[in-house]
């Protein structure tokens, strides 16, 4: 979910003119405007919410559903367009971003006689919340991301792998994509942000083992010696590379025409158990030098006008049972981790025949040893070595330039192919999606 080309979503966003007018909508008082990922929600719940709101405040409301597939295109309709949407679901990244920007306004914790379900976010999640640079207030006090985004999913950056040709021990470290055994067998992200963190920790591995630097502290880091090292670590790869995948790298796993694709944890638990289907057997892992986790979050946006069912919405997201329902639909993990999730989640792993434990005290307290699927919740000496990536801020287009360079030519070709999806997918987001039934479809 972590798309670029910043200056062709803003380009995409005007030709459309995207606005409320153009809805036709006037009255927003019983409507609340939802903008979110494809495939990420059980859209069964959208039509309960609407019971369970009047249920709550004696007052009906209405859905407009929405989706976006790039972040960047959210964003620019917000900042550029002044879009009304009470409710969008920003990338780790652009949470900060928008935070900066002050596009965003505080999510209301006040529910009546309601339980605030908010608290069920994981401690974890909590935490990593906490580190955000979430800007400054009007009279110069730091400002806390919590008050403004509640998390909704999670996971890391790894590797998704056939165990048919590669064996674990291989791709323990980030430069196992250096092997000759492996050229023209593997996919790259096409999200700078996800390839460029990883590579920078893989060529820090010895200054992080000696103390000089931690993973959180290179998260930071846009330097340009940084990025110049990372941009000749790629290019002395660049030509063993199969592809540069936006979201067709976990089906070509499937059908084994790669052996290796860097990915997200969540397409990662999609392709093993699609792969099951046809006997192909695929896994998953955080190389041993660390890598970064991510998150998704809900905000209230600036020109919201329902701010009051935004805030319910996100708060019955949060209940454990919708939780796990989102789970079930998206194959992504909630930042939900209560007793109840805990339950579920481990008796699905023992359903699908995990027998081996994790230590997952760091999202559900006091769990050091329990059954878990480790690709949806990795052992805490996992966790331990991943950080959260951060908003690259002034110094995103001279990433974007360097990424560039080292996808060269190939670029090219999938320019045209990212402007035909920019423009299908902003016309589609231009269509009230009424409320049906979802779909067993998963991706981030």
Known sequence: MKKIFKSLCIAVVAMLGMSSSALGETDRSNVLKIYNWSDYIDESLLEEFKTWYYEQTGEKVEIVYQLFDINEIMLAKIERGHADYDLVCPSDYIVERMLNLGLVQPISHDFGSTPDYTSNVAPFIDELFGKLNAGVNEDGTKRDARDYAVGYMWGTVGFIYNKKYVKAEEIQSWGGLWNPKFAKMFFLKDAFRDVYSPMLIYLNADRIAAGEVTIED???????????????????????????????????????????????????????????????????????????????????????????????????????????????????????????????????????????????????????????????????????????????????????????????????????????????????????????????????
């Not at 000749?232 to 070509?252: P, Q, T």
């Not at 005290?361 to 990536?389: H, K, N, W």
């Open 218 to 444: 290179l998260m930071w880091d846009t330097s340009d010696e940084s990025i110049k090292a990372v941009e000749d670590l790629l290019l002395s790869l660049r030509d063993n590379v199969l592809g540069w995948e936006a979201d067709f790298g976990k089906d070509m796993m499937t059908q084994e025409m790669a052996w290796i694709s860097l990915g997200w944890s969540g397409d990662a638990k999609w392709a093993v158990d699609e792969a099951k289907a046809v006997n192909v057997e695929l896994d998953y892992l955080v190389p041993q030098e660390g890598s970064n986790v991510w998150f998704d979050a809900w905000m209230i946006p600036k020109y919201a006008k329902n701010v009051k069912a935004a805030s319910y919405f996100i708060n019955f997201l949060c209940m454990s049972e919708n939780a796990i329902r989102n789970m079930d639909e998206t194959g992504y993990v909630s930042v939900i981790g209560t007793p109840e999730v805990l339950e579920a989640m481990s008796e699905r792993a023992m359903e699908e025949g995990t027998t081996s434990t994790v230590d997952a005290s760091y999202f559900f307290e006091g769990q050091t040893e329990v059954v878990l699927d480790p690709i949806l919740y990795p052992d805490r000496s996992v966790i331990d070595r991943c950080a959260l990536m951060h908003d690259s801020g002034d110094r995103t287009e001279v990433l974007l330039e360097m990424w560039s360079r080292v996808k060269g030519d190939s670029a090219r070709g999938w320019m045209k192919v990212l402007i035909g999806v920019l423009v299908v997918g902003a016309i589609a987001a231009a269509v009230v999606v009424k409320i049906r039934g979802g779909k067993k479809k998963k991706r981030k």
